[in-house]
């Protein structure tokens, strides 16, 4: 049994690890993130009270019953006080009002549409949110091994100069500079792993995660096919953008609804027919007559036809279809302005995703020249045939390619998968 023991707590020792070690991939933050982000929660309660809008106005086709009671008494000079007793139901239902219950069921199926799209929308706007932190996190984590090579560096390099100083072979004026440099360097490396952190912790946010849940990103291997994809024209990704999207769908759905307002405001000027029936009964407290008995003899019950027609309603009418058809206006310049806006951000995602695979091919050559020339200047150094200035001056060209490099990698992964985001592509890294 002792074995046994030892043999379970070994087990939990060394699954416990592999259980907090879980790493996120994109996709699965993207899925997590669109089932449990709150901004998505929220959409769907909206979408909610939609259906239940929709419920009444399906429910408005059917009759009303109502029941009532009263009890009253009545006082009289001559007389002792009278109790009585009043019972009814009554009924009622709409046989035509010019096509409102039709037009209201059927805008409220199109508001109950429009929030199912609303929720997509909103589950979008969260993939896009989380793509960008994760690839920040990305970005600021090989923003962390460069800067950690080059404090390695830096490190090597301050002390071969502290070497030379104890030797004579250089000045204390630049022997304070490559201390200098090195302290910059480690500085640069606890700015870069302080911006990796906070990523992090934006990311984690956008994922509804707690403060106690441990959490780390997978990080993948990147290679150049993901930074200079070929990429499809701003009119091919537009055309099926605003067939998908939906938010577009949604922007087509508020027109409709618009019109339908139209024609629900115009029939209230229209003539309207309803029915409705009822039954009642009464019976006064005191009579030798039993209480069943009374509820018999005062039964009674009516049924009737009413038109209604309006003629004078002080312009509500007039006013209401005049709302309806500026409500139209209005919904269709709102789509106008959602075209407007989709087209110049894939304009403005395409211009940035060409920008940025040119600066990285660019800045991948700089980048190969300056590490060739820092290294040959650093061979130079430690034979101590350049001083320091020389030394610095080309690693901070290195430096700066390194950088150059790195923001137009990741610009151009982003713009990229947006661009295919929006053709309906999975993101997928």
């Known amino acids: 049994m002792r074995r046994i023991f030892h043999l379970a ?67 009289s000079l001559d007389a002792d006080p009278r109790y009585n007793g009043n019972y009814a139901i009554q009924s009622g239902v709409t046989l035509f009002n ?27 706007d969260i993939e896009v949110a989380v793509t960008q932190a994760y690839l920040n996190i990305l970005y600021a984590k090989e923003n962390v091994t460069t800067s950690q090579n080059n404090v390695e560096s830096a490190k090597a390099q301050w002390e071969r100069a502290k070497a030379m100083y104890d030797e004579g072979s250089i000045s204390l004026s630049e022997y304070a500079q490559m201390e200098s ?46 930074v200079v994809a070929p990429l499809p024209s701003v009119a091919q990704v537009y055309k099926v953008a605003e067939e998908i999207l939906p938010d577009m769908k949604s922007g087509r759905l508020g027109i409709e609804s618009a019109k339908l307002s139209e024609d ?10 309803s029915a409705s029936a009822s039954m009642s009964t009464a019976n006064i407290y005191g009579l030798d007559l039993p209480f069943p008995d009374q509820l018999r003899e005062n039964l009674g019950a009516g049924a009737g036809v009413t038109l209604s027609i309006p ?25 106008a302005n959602s075209q407007k806006s989709l087209l110049s951000t894939l304009e403005g995602l395409y211009q940035d995703v060409v920008s940025a695979q040119s600066r990285y091919q660019a800045a991948l050559k700089k980048l190969q020249s300056a590490e060739l020339s820092y290294t040959l200047v650093s061979e130079k150094y430690n034979e101590g045939m350049i001083d320091p200035v020389e030394l610095l001056s080309e690693k ?34």
């Not at 010019?98 to 979008?124: C, K, P, T």
């Not at 901070?396 to 998968?417: D, F, G, H, S, V």
């Open 9 to 75: 707590i070994c087990f939990l020792l060394c699954a416990a690890p592999q259980a907090n070690a879980r790493q996120w991939t994109l996709r699965q933050c993207i899925d997590y993130a669109r089932a449990n982000n709150l901004q998505v929660k929220n959409a769907q309660l909206n979408q909610a009270l939609a259906e239940e809008s929709l419920l009444q106005a399906q429910a408005s086709r059917f009759p009303t019953l109502n029941a009532s009671s009263s009890q009253n008494i009545a006082f």
């Open 98 to 124: 010019g096509g409102r219950i039709s037009n209201n069921i059927r805008q409220a199926e199109i508001n109950a549409q429009a929030g199912e799209y609303d929720i997509d929308a909103a589950r979008n």
């Open 181 to 226: 440099q090195y302290s910059s360097d480690v500085y640069q490396l606890t700015s870069s792993e302080s911006s990796l952190a906070q990523y992090t912790l934006n990311l984690k946010q956008l994922l509804e995660l707690g403060l106690d849940e441990d959490f780390e990103v997978f990080y993948p291997e990147i290679g150049d096919e993901n």
């Open 264 to 273: 629900i405001a115009a029939a209230a000027g229209v003539p309207s027919i």
């Open 311 to 335: 003629i004078i309603n002080n312009r509500t009418v007039k006013t209401q279809k005049a709302k309806a058809r500026i409500g139209t206006q209005q919904a269709e310049l709102r789509y």
């Open 396 to 429: 901070n060209i290195y430096i700066a390619a390194q950088q150059e490099l790195l923001q137009a990698k990741y610009q151009a992964i982003l713009c990229r998968q947006l661009l295919n985001f929006y053709q309906g592509i999975p993101i997928e890294i």
